[in-house]
């Protein structure tokens, strides 16, 4: 029998125990049909932890979940959709070889006695793509040929197919830039409408302001305070919920003027064929150069391009005068080039690796002696490097996979500190990092430029390019259409680059003029 | 030079792009069907119509049912992200159960094929366990099929008591001696395996979920798929598929012995291999396996039509396997 | 098939009836062969152990069977521990495992050698040795004596495991016993004992030869399958040789509806032989139908041809695959 | 339930937590000297000082050499994320090689160490071919180290001729039959690469980059690491074991031939996995792998020691197997 008053959700004293943590140790949650209720925590809160125990990815050591006030169990994911709760995770676990719209209708296949009915599902999987906005993504490419933010898409597509009453959301726009996060919230509001309530899940607190209804913050793996309301609570007030203290959330700006050395990296006429193409700048000692442009411009490519994981078919790269082999990381590494990957999971870690050593994967000779490893200096280094980033919790041995995504972003960031490079390339560095965290790696990235490294920064989140860079670079469509001094642009200065920039597709070449 | 070359991912080759599933795929097994031709030439050149007959067409493709057959099911379970080394135990065993004197009694009562039905039911109950062990046991496949493998073969043996058990059963051998249209009973079998292995990977939501388990598992969890039960069922297919090629080789052979199907799973599982399917799961396809088998089968064919010693075949065949791989990838990089 | 081993292995172990059966001091004999992965090697084995059975004063501690001499060596290892009184070795491969069988001879044990040579006199007391060049020569002689003359034979033969010695031997032989006559091999395909490997390479064997006049093949056991692809290919124009002298193989020449015409023996009761003989010498008895005091140092076995004309004798002592 | 219940991944099993690298790891691998114990004590019950006696003790060690000198180089290749399935391939080659009669006559002129250098430059050099298939050709490990093994044992026949080689050098023999301090020669070498292997493994640069590359290689070639290179050094490593474990074999039998290592691949993986090196790379142990080792050995001896028939041997094995790797890993689950 059902309570017309009670929420459509309710978690109560929840407790989630992994070996040697408690994740969560008594998390109340309250969702109502028809709100965006919005889950704030710093980075291994408790988040994820929390909606996969409510998505039945995870048992639950204690504590009870209501549905419409009776109490029921998710012992697996099977139930929980069957109740009705559909989930995008955090980490996109889509199945690489499959196509779009297998993957959005796995586990509900369309299906007559076993057999598929393709048609069916790919009409279906595509109304659902142009009901967010990205009719371009066709349902039968491969998933795997996807960018991230294809794939994230694809994510919501998939929990948008279940018909779901609560819809779980971990971190959706992580992997998305400004227009993509307005389709996004487009959808969510639709969804408030049918009476479908949403559980929100981000980072960024204008996000919030914009789209949430309601409240929760954890901290520690416990509810600090709930039914807040999202568009009034002080942004103060939050950031201290989570964190225990004020964090001051402005862009650290240069305090020591640019010296005028000669560039220590120089990219000059750089392409390769069907992602970029001619891309020239110079980068000298303490300047933070930041790339900015929208998902799929490739910036990722020409970042991994210069740091040699991708061989260029034109143009050259050269480190303190000398050029760098095409096509070969190691060179670049040793010409004392650092880079930070997109994908920290598939490029960056070593999952079943403890934390220290994925710390020190880049600077495993520089602790060592004739190619025998002095383990102690090895590990006190990584962990007063992942200290530095303040990677939570402070165990150097845990294994990676365990930590938040947060954290394990962190531990990448961590590697190059240790490693201390002369030029560092950034690709998305706060992607997935708390407020606290990032205003700390903002501090970090300043201090390491007034030390004297260069930076290249990639970023989705253009306030944060133009607040950190020196100078900017807007990346359309593989080409540079605007080059110039931050200061000099405001956000909406770049959209507008890049917007001209697709209006004039046809000829790029004569855009690009246009902007030198 | 394209992205692909520069993939680093040594231990697995650049996944095919493109079209995710199984179409006929003849584009899509360029190497294969190149790496085929090039063959059949060197065998028509070579030996001419002794390669070129009728005759041997279906000698190979007699040849081919049992590897064939069982290979089609280890499609499944690589897809599926696991391993099976035990496929040759199994047929051993499965052979032997449906020709001991009990077997052959009860078919001489009730017909023919209750010794068929014995071979597949004893097949597809060693796969079932060989799912179990690894699905709910958690045991590593390559070791729980390695424990089957021992197990199997030596039950085998004890059961046959390391005899050939000829089959005195009229019926049986009528049937599978039969040539409808001029073609085997057993290859036309083959085929009609083939044609439904490819029908339930690709046109089937169970297909569909083997690419899911085995390209990600925990993805497929999280969809609501039972990654346990779903792995269950695939040795279990596997098992079939051993026990239908042990009644090939029953029928190839009239006999059922505990030494049938020896290292038949190095053969089966480099046919499915060089056939395009990801040794590491997720990606797999029957018509590549097809192609692999034939080619293996080809291969032996062709040198034994030209009178070469196994050893000059064995070290002629590893070369030939890395050529053909590698033609494969590049053709296969050269397209994306 | 039908008729239970244990008859007919019984059928081909014998006592002797002189008082060397007689009970004596008891014996501790250890056994080790290769994998009876065959029917002829599985016969070599349960010929040894009902041999053994025979006598109340022999212990015969049997080793796993197996074609890895690493582990063979182990075994052989295991018994010198053991201080058995005497060892029965088939080695998979004689020169591999020489220097062990010497330390077990070292050690005070003896030794006797089965089937494949040892490389070193004193790595044995006594060899019974089957004649595996012989066995090739007795095939290649019947087709020399049926062909009668004629040079345009087509010979084809279907070897064992042709990295074994013994099947080197084996072909060596009936290559020279051909070449005697002026034939040759025209064909050679090898298989691996077991019946599927027999069809398999037979049937692709069929295919390279369209016409064949002889087909020597070297095993019984891998001769099922042989024969299964020759029905299968509905070939019938040539005669079939068989080899080792299966039961099976005597009943269809007995019938003379195949192909198969005649099989050379390659005695299946090597190892019991051996059992035999390292309990006599153990105790101190001699051969009794020899004048001489000790055990000869070697014994080789004939390899004869089986035809329909002798098949009665030699259907008694062969073992069922 | 605990987490790692809930664990998905089938194909692998849950890594067990804890030290990442190889400690002594007693209590890391405290199912396997379970398993160990156990047989050791069936072996005192059922064969008593049979068993337990030095000599005995030492059988098993002397035959633990070939496998396990293999398995040491396996577990650096696994672990790394590849597989090699012609060790047993390389061991005949390289014995062969060895044993010529032209090798032989050079030994005589400058020493029998000419033999060894010969047996170990041979199998380095297979091991880099492997390994150049495998990182520049980009061919799957599996299918690259199966035509090598097809092409390594067809060599190794051809120079052979297929005959025993034996060796007449007395200097070899003589130097390998000596047992200082009652110790055969071969495991004192036996137990140096082990010792080796878990310091390579464990306290170099080289083992940390073997970790990175199999638990990760795009992740450890974007931290600077030259995947590729490594990967044909793992290779040329486990060739070099294969040349030293044939020269073993060549001491043990005084003989080089084709067909020793038969099948060796598949109990040196079934070691090294049983040991608790994943087949999926990333994480390996060198005492988990002398443990499997050593456990497979004495399985073997305890049955000869007890006259069991192959076949039951056989179906027994396959039981302990399934239970020793239950055993470990519910001891594994349980600590964390
Ligand atoms: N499988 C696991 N085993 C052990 N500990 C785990 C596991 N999964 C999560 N944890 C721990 O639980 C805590 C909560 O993690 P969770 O992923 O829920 O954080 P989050 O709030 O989602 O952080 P983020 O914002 O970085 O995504 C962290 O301390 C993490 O290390
Ligand atoms: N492996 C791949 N196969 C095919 N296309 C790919 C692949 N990787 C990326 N792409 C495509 O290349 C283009 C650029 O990719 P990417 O998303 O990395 O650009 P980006 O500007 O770096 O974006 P981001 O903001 O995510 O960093 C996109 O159209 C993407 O779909
Ligand atoms: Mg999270
Ligand atoms: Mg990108």
Same mark, same amino acid.
């Given at each position: 029998m059902s309570h017309p008053s009670a929420p459509l959700l309710e978690m109560r004293g929840i407790v989630k125990k992994f070996p040697g943590v408690r994740a969560l140790d008594g998390v109340d949650l309250v969702v109502r049909a028809g709100e965006v209720h919005c889950l704030l925590g710093q980075n291994g809160a408790g988040k994820s932890t929390l909606i996969k125990v409510l998505a039945g990815a995870h048992g639950v050591d204690e504590g009870t979940i209501l549905w419409e006030g009776e109490p029921v169990s998710f012992a697996n994911p099977q139930a929980a959709l069957a109740t009705g709760i559909a989930t995008i995770y955090q980490?996109?676990?889509?199945?690489? +070889?499959?196509?779009v719209a297998d993957n959005i209708y796995?586990?509900?296949?369309?299906?007559r006695g076993g057999i598929t009915r393709d048609a069916t599902m790919n009409r279906k999987a595509r109304e659902l793509l142009a009901r967010l906005g990205?009719?371009?993504?066709?349902?039968?490419?491969?998933?795997?040929?996807?960018s991230a933010a294809g794939k994230q898409i694809v994510s919501m597509a998939r929990a948008l197919s279940r018909d779901a009453r609560i819809i779980v959301m971990d971190e959706?726009? /992580?992997?998305?830039d400004p227009d993509e996060v307005d389709g996004l919230f487009r959808v969510v509001d639709d969804l408030r409408a049918s009476g479908t309530a949403v559980i929100y899940i981000s980072h960024r607190l204008d996000e919030i302001r914009r789209i949430g209804d309601r409240l929760t913050v954890l901290k520690d793996g416990a509810?600090?305070?709930?039914?807040?309301?999202a568009k009034d609570t002080p942004t103060a007030e939050l950031i201290t919920l989570m964190t225990g203290r004020t964090v001051s959330s402005v862009y650290p700006r240069r305090t020591i003027p640019l010296p005028a050395?000669?560039?220590?990296l120089s990219v000059d006429g750089l392409a390769r064929v069907g992602e970029f193409s001619d891309i020239s700048f110079d980068l000298r000692p303490g300047e933070i150069i930041g790339l900015a442009g929208l998902?799929?411009?490739g910036r990722s490519e020409i970042v991994e391009t210069i740091y040699g994981a991708r061989r260029a078919s034109a143009g050259s790269v050269t480190v303190d005068g000398r050029a760098l082999r095409n096509g070969s990381v190691d060179t670049a590494v040793r010409a004392g080039l650092g880079l930070c990957p997109e994908e920290r999971k598939s490029q960056g870690?070593?999952?079943?690796? /403890?934390v220290y050593r994925n710390v020190s994967l880049a600077s495993i000779s520089r602790f060592s002696r004739f190619g025998v490893s002095t383990d102690d200096a090895e590990k006190q280094a990584a962990h007063e490097a992942a200290r530095s980033v303040d990677?939570?919790?402070?165990?150097?041995?845990?294994?990676?996979?365990?930590?938040s995504g947060g954290n394990q972003q962190k531990a990448v960031l961590a590697r190059w500190l240790l490693r201390s490079c002369k030029v560092l390339l950034l690709d998305?560095?706060?992607? +997935?990092?708390d407020v606290g965290a990032r205003a700390e790696i903002y501090a970090l990235i300043r201090q390491l430029a007034d030390s004297g490294v260069a930076l290249l920064v990639v970023s989705s989140d253009i306030d944060e390019v133009l607040g950190l860079s020196d100078r900017i670079l807007v990346i359309a469509d593989g080409a540079v259409v605007h080059d110039g001094?931050?200061?000099?642009?405001d956000a909406g200065g770049v959209l507008d680059r890049i917007i001209a920039s697709h209006e004039h597709t046809a000829s790029p070449t004569e855009q690009k003029g246009e902007v030198a | 030079m394209s992205a692909s070359l520069q993939?680093?991912?040594?231990?697995?080759?650049a996944p095919p792009k493109g079209e995710p599933r199984g179409s006929i795929g003849i584009a899509r097994n360029l190497g294969l069907v190149i790496a085929l031709v090039v063959l059949c030439i060197v065998g028509v050149v070579t030996a001419g119509d002794r390669f070129a007959s009728t005759d041997n067409v279906l000698t190979i493709l007699r040849l081919a049912t049992v590897t064939g057959i069982v290979a089609v099911g280890m499609t499944f379970v690589i897809t599926g992200g696991g391993i099976d080394l035990s496929v040759g135990a199994i047929v051993a065993l499965s052979s032997v159960w449906a020709t001991t004197t009990g077997t052959q009694a009860m078919a001489d009562n009730i017909g023919w094929v209750a010794m068929v039905f014995s071979a597949i039911l004893v097949g597809a109950a060693c796969g079932a366990i060989n799912g179990l062990l690894v699905?709910?046991? $958690?045991?590593v496949p390559f070791i729980a099929t390695l424990a089957m493998l021992a197990s199997a073969r030596g039950l085998a043996e004890v059961i046959a008591d390391r005899k050939t058990q000829i089959i005195r059963n009229q019926g049986f051998t009528d049937f599978f001696a039969a040539e409808p249209l001029g073609i085997p009973v057993i290859v036309i079998i083959f085929a009609l395996v083939t044609v439904a292995g490819w029908f339930l990977l690709n046109r089937t939501t169970f297909g569909r979920r083997t690419f899911a388990v085995g390209g990600n598992p925990e993805a497929a969890r999280l969809a609501g798929i039972k990654v346990q039960r779903h792995t269950v069922y695939l040795y279990t297919l596997l098992g079939t598929t051993c026990g239908i090629a042990a009644v090939m080789l029953m029928s190839r052979t009239t006999t059922g012995s505990?030494?049938?199907?020896?290292?038949l799973e190095l053969d089966v599982i480099a046919a499915v291999v060089i056939g395009g399917t990801l040794l590491s799961g997720g990606r797999g396809t029957i018509i590549g396996t097809l192609f692999g088998v034939l080619i293996f089968m080809t291969l032996t064919n062709v040198f034994t039509l030209n009178n070469l010693s196994t050893s000059t075949q064995n070290v002629a065949k590893g070369v030939i396997i890395v050529i053909a791989v590698l033609l494969q990838q590049r053709i296969a990089n050269r397209k994306t | 098939t039908n008729s239970s081993s244990d008859d007919d292995t019984s059928a081909s172990v014998t006592k002797s009836n002189?008082?060397?059966?007689?009970?004596g001091d008891k014996v501790v004999i250890g056994f080790s062969a290769p994998a009876a992965d065959h029917g002829w090697m599985g016969a070599i084995t349960k010929a040894a152990v009902a041999q053994a059975d025979k006598y109340d004063d022999v212990e015969l501690k049997v080793a796993e069977g197996t074609n890895d001499v690493n582990l063979q060596i182990s075994q052989v290892e295991t018994f010198i521990n053991d201080k058995v009184d005497a060892i029965v070795l088939l080695p998979f491969d004689g020169a591999a495992m020489t220097s062990v069988a010497r330390k077990a001879m070292d050690a005070g044990i003896t030794v006797i050698n089965v089937d494949r040579e040892f490389?070193?006199?004193? /790595?044995? $007391?006594t060899t019974v040795l089957g004649d595996n060049y012989g066995m090739g020569v007795s095939a290649g002689t019947f087709v020399c004596e049926d062909a009668k003359? /004629?040079?345009d034979k087509v010979v084809t033969e279907i070897a064992g495991?042709?990295?074994l010695p013994l099947t080197q031997e084996r072909s060596k032989g009936f290559k020279d016993a051909l070449k005697s006559c002026g034939l040759d091999v025209d064909n050679r395909v090898a298989a691996e004992f077991t019946v599927e490997s027999g069809e398999e390479a037979a049937s692709n064997l069929l295919q390279a030869a369209p016409k064949i006049d002889y087909l020597w093949n070297h095993d019984d056991d891998q001769g099922v399958g042989v024969l299964a692809a020759i029905k299968n290919a509905n070939r019938d124009e040539f005669t079939m040789i068989g080899g080792a002298g299966s039961a099976d193989v005597m009943d269809a020449i007995k019938a003379g509806?195949?192909?198969?015409k005649a099989t050379v023996v390659y005695p299946s009761t090597q190892a019991a032989d051996g059992v035999k003989l390292a309990r006599l010498l153990v105790q101190n008895k001699?051969?009794?139908?020899?004048?001489?005091i000790e055990v000869p140092r070697q014994l080789k076995l004939a390899a004869p041809v089986v035809t329909k004309d002798n098949v009665d004798t030699y259907l008694p002592s062969a073992f069922r695959s």
């Open positions: 980490e996109l676990d889509l199945v690489d +070889g499959l196509s796995l586990g509900h296949e369309s299906a990205h009719s371009e993504i066709r349902p039968t490419r491969e998933v795997g040929s996807l959706p726009s /992580a992997v998305l509810t600090v305070a709930g039914d807040l309301s050395t000669a560039p220590v998902v799929g411009a870690l070593i999952l079943d690796d /403890a990677i939570r919790p402070d165990a150097p041995e845990r294994i990676i996979r365990t930590l998305e560095p706060t992607r +997935g990092v001094p931050s200061e000099a642009i | 993939d680093p991912s040594l231990t697995v080759p699905a709910y046991g $958690r045991i505990s030494t049938h199907g020896t290292l | 002189t008082d060397n059966d007689k009970s490389d070193s006199p004193f /790595a044995a $007391r003359g /004629a040079k495991i042709d990295s509806n195949s192909v198969l001699s051969m009794s139908d020899l004048a001489e």
